[in-house]
Each structure stands twice: as C-alpha cells, then as structure tokens.
C-alpha cells in the first residue's frame, strides 16, 4: 500500500477495464513521473470526454448532440438496423463502408458470470425502436463469441413473432474475438454474406 | 517423430539443462528425487501444454524463479522443427516455432506428439469419472488438435449456464415461490446442447476406436486375464443414441434432456446432464475394475489404455510425421519380471521411447539404446550401457 492520493490513484487505474493490479502501480508511478503538461492534458481530455460525450438517444451510440452522427443522418436507411455490442463495434463497421442502415449498441453480451442478463443491456429499447413496423431488417453483429452467440439467438427469439427479417453476419469472421479485431474486407464480406438467423 | 534436443531453463529442479537424444530406447535412470521424472514431464509439456502430474503451471517454474523455458527439436516426416514454450504461471504462456515471432501456445499441438505413462494414471482406473473424462478429451485433442476448441467451447458454455442456473436458484430461495425469468436460460440450453453434442459425438467416436486396442494391449500385458471393457455411459441415460450417431442426433437428445431435468437444475442451481457428467466404464473379466480389479490388474489396465492410445495416434498419423513419442516413467519397477519382458516387446519397435527407472536393473535388457544417468541436477550419458 502506498500513500493516500497514490494509492487512489492505483485504486481508481485498477478499476479500469483491462488494467489488473501491477499495470495499475505502472501507469501511476508514470503519471507522478511525467511532465505537468502531458498530466493536466490527460486529465482535461477524461474531463472532456465526459461533459461533452454522451450517448445516442436512439442507438445507444456515442454522440455530442442528443442523436448521433448517423441516427441525424437523413440518408442513411431506416428500415434496417445492425444490432452491435460496444460504439467500438460501429466504428469498425463503419470502416467497411458496406452499410448504409442505422445502428442500435446494446451497451456489451449476455453474461450470467459477469452478471449481465438482457435487462442490463438496451433491449428495451431495441424493441420500442421497432415497435412501430418500419424496420424491415434487423442484422445481428454481436462478437463471434459464445456470449456473442447467445445474445443473437436471445434477440431472434424476442422478435421472432414480429415477422421481420433477421440476419447475422456470414461465419468467417476469427472466432471466439472481437468484432472490433475483423479486418474491413472479411468484415465487409461477412456482412455482404449474411444469413437468415433460423431460430 | 522423435526429439532430437531437449532444453530446460529453470523448470522444476533444473536451472538448466541440456540433452541430445536419438531415436530408439532411451532410458534415465538415478535415485530417487533427482529429476528423471522432471525431464518426461518437460516433452509431455511441450506436446500437450500441461503437465501430467499438476494442473496449475506454478509447480513446473524452479522454485525462486520467475519462468521456465522448454525447448525441443523435432524431427518428423522428414523436417525439423523447433518448439519452445515459455511458462509464465499466472500469466499468458508464450510460444515460438523455429525461432519465429510469438504465437499462442496452441500452435504448437500437434508438432510433437508423446503418450505418457506414469504412475499417477493409476486413477484412470481407480480415480474419478472426471480423470476418465480428461483421458478421452486429452486424446481427442493429440488426435485432432482443432478439437480443443470443441472442448473450450463446452466448457464455456456450462461456465455461463451454470453461473446463470446458480443466480436463478438463490432468487428462488430469496423470494419462495417467485417465478424467474427463465427465457435467457433456453438460449443456453440450445448452445449447451450443440456444443455438447459435438464433445460427445467425438468421445463416443473415439471409445469405438480404442475399444478394440485396449483389450489387445491388456491381452498382451496380462494374457489370461480376462477381457478389458470399455463402455461410454452417458448422463442421460438409456436415451444416448448408439456410437457413430450424428451430432444433430446427439444434440436433439441432450436438448430433449436438459428440459427434463430443469426443475432439478432450477432447484440446485447446477448443470446435471451433458458431456460433463458422462462416464467411461472399464471393465475387467466382466466385473468393473474399479473395486474390483486388483492392484496389479489396475495398473495393467491403466498402462493398457495408454499402449492403446499410443497404437491409435500412430495408426492415425495423417501427416506422416511418424510415430508418437512413447514415454514411460517409472513403469517397470511395478511390474513382475514376465510383463516387464512383454512390455519391454511391446514397445521396442517405437520410433522414440523414453524410459526413466530408480534402479537401472528394472530396465529390461531387451530395451537395448541410449542410457542417462539422472544425478545432481546433471544428465550424463551412462558409462555403462547395454
Ligand atoms: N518447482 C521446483 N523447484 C525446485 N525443485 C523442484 C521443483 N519441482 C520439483 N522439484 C524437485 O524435483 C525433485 C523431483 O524430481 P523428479 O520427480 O523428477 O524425481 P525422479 O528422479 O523422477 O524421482 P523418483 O525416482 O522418485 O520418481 C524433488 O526433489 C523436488 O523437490
Ligand atoms: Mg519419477
Ligand atoms: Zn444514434
């Protein structure tokens, strides 16, 4: 243990995704290391970040205005909506250039061991958006993982009886990663190949 | 295949160690406590990326140390190839191949291949069904490597059931009578029943296969001793369809299964049927062998069912790397003098076998070849061979 403001420093790095104990202590000692400048520079862009971003009232994406860049976008096609765990997902998809119909993020996958079952995600909120009948097509992006996998057939299954079309991306995508990690060609191939999820 | 060079940094007793080894009988002998076992068990760790007597890699890092290293030349089907596994417990495990860039230990299964009899397989025969069930997944993988991913992902999917059946089961107790919302649950038992199906289509496959093999090896190593059985029983009963079924099949079973068993699940808060809970019966002279067979029978059957799987993966060698690396450790001085001779038969013609032994008498003289002598923390060729 170190002292006061350090070890808070350690404490509040630790709770970080992706960052365990010792890269904790790491980045801490780097941060009392580095030049005042580069330090109040970090901390102005995680203050930023968080007066300024904020999420999609519609897609769950992040956005600096009430909608997002793409749900403001009158071009882009209402009738269709790929369903996609993380904004890192859109981005990604983004890239390929291949889709031209709006998003909604779930906020992560279904996850009994970290606790995350359909009521943590944007579910909710998927089925008001399509309550109304518009979307015609509804494409499942959720990681090629297992939890992935399970978070696709538990939405299949949910709009089953609405009677619209649902896809999800052709397999050839690493299996068991991110979508994130897809490169844009077998990306965009994995969308131009989508199947009808059969549930 | 056969290992050409062995090298060790600060793995179990060694801090280093160095040992050139040819084709053909290759035995380690020297008193107990000095590393024999410790040098088997750095080529079992290299083909299969665990070891034979641990399950946590902690125990394989020389104590006051940080990582161990292993690294191995191998030669088969008429190339070389260099493999090397750095261990690092507690933290991601680092590969290479031919001194290229790092790739993920799993790359490696399948370059060497090595079965290993040691004295702790006496549990395949007296342990629990787990330590049966490890033995058929462990071989499915040195068959078919790929289906490492085939048991991950069984393993996954009861990770996230049972932790979901557990969360449902202690809502139940909190609030008496509640109904939970069971719909994320049916979503499981569909991944859980594919993924199942395929573990199990395999293992049925494979129990097929080894069938035949077992009870020849065990005829061979105790002649008169009755038949050795193998019957695969699955946790859901009467209903599993016969080996060579389809996986659809097996998934439609388990599917079915599963419903059944829901309420007990919901109640317990556990996964009660899949390939998890299967069992390998083996039988002696039609008795089952475990409390029944013997000492001696035990650990002939266990030894039986290790000469069968060596028999398998050399006649499914796909790539003609050769024969897999057989390794005996500590075999011989539990045996009388007659099944040492026929075991000593059994094995001569393998393309490499490694041997350790206490006492260099216990090695039979039909296994003529290399000999080392284990002492100190060196390994120095024997001056007296034979
Ligand atoms: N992580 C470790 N660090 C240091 N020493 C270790 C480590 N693990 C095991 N050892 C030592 O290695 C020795 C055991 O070696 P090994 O099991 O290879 O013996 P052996 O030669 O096969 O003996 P036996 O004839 O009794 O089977 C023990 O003395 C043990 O203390
Ligand atoms: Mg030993
Ligand atoms: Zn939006």
């Known amino acids: 243990m170190y002292e006061g403001v350090v070890q808070d420093l350690i404490d509040e790095l630790g709770r970080l995704p992706g960052v365990g104990p010792k890269s904790a202590q790491r980045i801490a000692f780097h941060v009392l290391q580095a030049d005042p400048a580069d330090v109040r520079r970090l901390a102005a862009a995680l203050t930023e970040v968080k007066e300024k971003v904020r999420f999609c009232a519609v897609c769950g994406n992040v956005a600096q205005e009430e909608h997002c860049r793409i749900c403001a976008d009158p071009r882009r096609d209402a009738a269709v909506i790929c369903v996609v765990e993380e904004p890192k997902d859109v981005v990604a998809i983004e890239r390929t250039r291949e889709f031209r119909g709006r998003y909604h993020v779930l906020g992560g996958a279904i996850s009994p061991i970290e606790g995350v079952g359909p009521e943590d995600l944007r579910i909710r909120e998927l089925l008001a958006r399509l309550a109304d009948g518009a979307v015609t097509e509804l494409i499942l992006a959720t990681d090629p993982n297992l939890e992935g996998e399970a978070t696709a057939t538990y939405l299949a299954r949910m709009v089953k009886a609405m009677g619209l079309k649902v896809t999800r991306l052709a397999s050839g995508l690493p299996v068991g990663g991110d979508l994130e990690y897809a490169d844009e060609v077998t990306l965009g191939r994995a969308f131009e190949g989508r199947r009808l999820l059969d549930v | ?386």
């Open chain 2, 1 to 386: 295949m056969h290992l050409t060079h062995l090298s060790l940094a600060d793995f179990r007793s060694y801090p280093r160690a160095e040992v050139s080894l040819g084709p053909g009988v290759v035995a380690f002998t020297g008193p107990n406590g000095q590393g024999k076992t410790n040098l088997v068990e750095a080529v079992g760790y290299l083909a299969a990326l665990g070891s034979h007597r641990v399950s946590g890699d902690a125990p394989l890092v020389r104590s006051g140390a940080e990582r161990a290293y292993v690294r191995g030349a191998v030669q088969g089907g008429g190339r070389s190839t260099l493999l090397e596994v750095e261990i690092n417990p507690g933290r991601a495990n680092r590969a290479r191949i031919n001194r290229g860039a790092p790739v993920r230990p799993r790359e490696l299964l399948g370059s060497l291949r090595t079965v290993l009899f040691a004295p702790e397989d006496l549990t395949l025969v007296k342990g629990d069904p787990g330590d049966r069930r490890r033995f058929l997944d462990e071989l499915l993988v040195a068959r078919a490597p790929r289906l490492a991913g085939v048991r991950q992902d069984y393993e996954r999917v009861l990770k996230q059931r049972n932790a979901l059946l557990r969360t449902v089961a202690m809502a139940r107790r909190a609030a008496r009578g509640a109904k939970p919302d069971l719909s994320t649950l049916d979503v499981w038992d569909a991944h859980l029943a594919r993924a199942g199906a395929e573990l199990t289509a395999r293992r049925l496959e494979l129990v097929a296969a080894l069938r035949p093999l077992v009870d020849a090896a065990y005829a061979r190593i105790a002649p008169g001793g009755g038949e050795a059985s193998l019957e695969y029983r699955g946790s859901v009963g009467a209903a599993l369809p016969a080996e060579g079924s389809e996986p659809a099949e097996l998934e439609a079973v388990l599917a079915a299964a599963l419903a059944e068993s829901r309420p007990q699940e919901v109640e317990r808060g556990v996964t009660l049927v899949g390939p998890h809970r299967d069992e390998l019966l083996l039988g002696l002279g039609g008795l089952p062998a475990k409390g029944y067979a013997s000492h001696g029978e035990s650990w002939s059957l266990a030894l039986a069912l290790r000469l069968a799987s060596y028999d398998l993966l050399r006649a499914d060698d796909g790539q003609g790397l050769g024969d897999p690396v057989l390794i005996l450790d500590d075999v011989f001085a539990e045996l009388d003098a007659r099944r040492r001779d026929r075991l000593a038969e059994l094995v001569a013609d393998g393309e490499q076998v490694l041997v350790t032994a206490a006492v260099p008498e216990d090695v039979p003289a039909a296994l003529s070849g290399a000999r080392f002598e284990v002492a100190d923390g060196a390994v120095r060729p024997s001056a007296v061979g034979s």
